[in-house]
């Protein structure tokens, strides 16, 4: 082993945890108590350590009441004290990029130290969706992006007919920008940007390790990044006994199977889910996602999870999780958070 490497027991206590939130909406419950539980996982992540938590936008989804991240970091920050809040991300195609500065500048002025701009370069939705969000016309992403971060620096050539244009507040600067992707295509301009960069493991099959390498061959420093700063997010679902676990994430495998069938309805419960007739095929599909879900007790979900770890050389790991319960996934981000040494 090199000299100061470390070891896979000591990985859990020097690799930061933070949170993914995308405001599940439970059978039982509606979309405003889904959202009023958000404040209970800010909380708890406040108290127990956790480094941030990031709000997703998704749109059309009968799960997940998560479609204005913005409007939820502010309602997180107001009611915590330490732990950052983001956007994991804002989805930049669905946006005029001047307004997503105007925005972030504002909450950075309104809470600074603690606000992060998480970006993702897809739209979190079906087609018709997007044409909806999208009907201002915007350009690609590396454009949109660009423009962003013109806005930003005030660096628009000074025949560009928005170099005139004066980003309200003044004297505030973003927040770090972290580039999202699930396929690697972000990795480099992440890099090139000196962003931080996140990959959402939690729901793509694409192996993580590659476009980590890659945005940090390409990284160059910037006044928010002295260095690559990678963070993995990973799906789990944490409970007292594996047996437990495995029967809470029947949830998640049946709420899977519907998104893939173009059927979104509230996270079921575990027994809908075992209620429901499964075919083989649709089985069989569950199978082929199962690895990218850890579920288990405390001590198997660190273990996979300081695996992920190692085979990535992530420098961050971001946790969602879908659960029906909302006590129980509170439960399952405490029992990860007092495992992991927080």
Known sequence: MTP????????????????????????GFSAAQALA?????????????????WY????????IASSAPDILIGSAAAHTHRIRIGSGGVM???????????????????????????????????????????????????????????????????????ARVKVVPGEI????????????ASAQMAGQYGTGYGFA????????????????RSFRPSDSFEKPHAILCLSVICAPTDEEAKYLSKSMELTWLRLRQNKPQKIASPEEADAYSWTESERAFIESQSDLWITGSPQTVKAAMEEKIAA????????????????????????LGETWGL
């Open 4 to 27: 100061g490497a470390l070891t896979p027991m000591s990985w859990a206590m020097t690799t930061p945890l933070s949170i993914l939130d995308l405001a599940p909406i439970a059978q």
């Open 37 to 53: 539980r958000t404040l209970d996982l800010a909380r708890l992540g406040d108290e127990m350590g956790f480094t941030r938590l």
């Open 56 to 63: 997703a936008e998704h749109h059309g989804m009968a799960s």
């Open 92 to 162: 930049l195609p669905n946006h005029v990029p001047l307004r997503v500065v105007e925005t972030f500048r504002t909450l950075a002025g309104l809470y600074p130290g603690r606000i992060d701009l998480g970006i993702g370069r897809a739209g979190g939705s079906d087609g018709l969706t997007l044409q909806a969000l999208r009907s201002f016309g915007g350009e690609s992403f590396p454009e949109n992006f660009a423009e962003l971060i013109a806005f930003e620096q005030g660096s628009f050539p000074s025949d560009h007919p928005f």
């Open 173 to 184: 600067a973003l927040p770090p920008i972290y580039l999202l992707g699930s396929s690697g």
């Open 201 to 216: 493991a939690h729901f793509s099959a694409t192996p993580p390790r590659p476009a980590f390498e890659a945005y940090r």
């Open 312 to 335: 990535t050389g992530a420098d961050e790991v971001m946790i969602a999780t879908t659960i029906h319960d909302y006590e129980k996934r509170l439960e399952s981000y405490r029992l």
